[in-house]
């Protein structure tokens, strides 16, 4: 199958052009085009060979969940012209991201595990286990890169280095935690546990908005609900519904995005894997089948309908 690596439209009207890890956003003054590739990143690395599907996975996905939220929190979202397309208004982001846990999992349970009992800032309890649900969400912020690792920070260290402002800052925690609780209910829905997620937030016109992707498979980890807890009392690894998987085949072919390391063979196996991977995960999401679309004529569709909008 067909995927999309890049994409090198041209639009009439269009002001500018930015190409992240795995999105090209497209500007026309203060509105965006952002376009789902199939680009796919780890450990903040761009991976060599695109994931058939994976973009439109996300974009749907994504979709889904900042309609389901937009009554808790303003999103950015003006349509969705076509299945790997959002459009939406520009937004100055804030140099932070909001990483909410509900959990001990990923990058907290690797810290826990080396001994370490604060992460961001925030202390955790003595004597818990990989996996195991934490007494309450917890925010564990990160910077931001545009090139390179995130890394994580505190509370304290954004407001002195006056990163986000102190009122901003509450806005976002609360935000962060309202918008948490309700994934919580919708993975439940879906017997999946959320285990923890990012939220990335943008001001326009002086208003807080939700912004970039929600809730996705990408942005965030999930369990299955079902046999979690005989699995964390037998001491046994979590069925999880999330990215993680391909950061697993990473650490195990020596690749954790250090220098010097390098990219194991992405062999046409694997990136099919991978892709039918996230064709599992957007049923399990959305209890819908993924609709079969042409693969030979994709970045044709997704030009045309953005035209077809704009005009």
């Known amino acids: ?138 925010i564990t912020p990160t910077t931001k890169a545009h090139v390179g690792h995130d890394e994580d920070i505190s509370r304290e260290e954004i407001l002195s280095r006056k990163l986000v402002s102190r009122e901003d800052y509450a806005a976002l925690e609360k935000y962060a935690l309202t918008l948490f609780e309700k994934g919580t209910q919708l993975a439940a829905a879906r017997g999946l546990i959320l285990v923890d997620t ?20 990408d942005s965030s980890r999930y369990f299955y609900q079902e046999g979690y807890h005989a699995r964390q009392t037998a001491g046994e690894p979590q069925k999880q519904l999330s990215k993680e998987f391909v950061r697993q085949w990473l650490i195990e072919n020596g690749f954790q995005g250090k220098e010097g390391q390098k990219v194991p063979n992405m062999t046409d196996a694997i990136v099919e894997s991978i892709s039918e991977r996230y064709r599992e995960l957007y049923e399990q999401m959305t209890g819908e089948k993924l609709s079969n679309l042409d693969s030979q004529n994709i970045l044709e569709r997704i030009e045309l309908n953005i035209v077809n909008y704009l005009n």
């Open 198 to 217: 990012k939220y990335e937030f943008g001001k326009h016109n002086n208003t807080i908005y939700l912004i970039d992707e929600v809730h996705t498979p």
């Open 1 to 138: 199958m067909a995927a999309i690596k890049d994409t090198n439209f041209r639009f009439k009207g269009q002001t500018g052009f930015y190409r992240g890890k795995v999105r090209d956003v497209y500007y026309f003054g203060d509105r965006m085009v952002m376009v789902a590739t199939d680009r796919i990143s780890a450990f903040d690395v761009v991976l060599p060979k695109a994931i058939p599907d994976k973009g439109r996975v996300l974009n749907q996905i994504a979709a889904i969940n900042l309609q389901a939220t937009r009554n808790l929190v303003p999103n950015w979202v003006e349509a969705i012209p076509d299945p790997n397309v959002t459009v939406g208004f520009k937004c100055e982001t804030f140099p932070v991201e909001m990483v909410v846990r509900g959990y001990l999992a990923g990058h907290a349970g690797r810290e826990y595990k080396l001994g370490k009992r604060t992460v961001c800032g925030v202390t955790l309890p003595e004597g818990l286990r990989e996996n195991d649900k934490l007494p309450q969400p917890i």
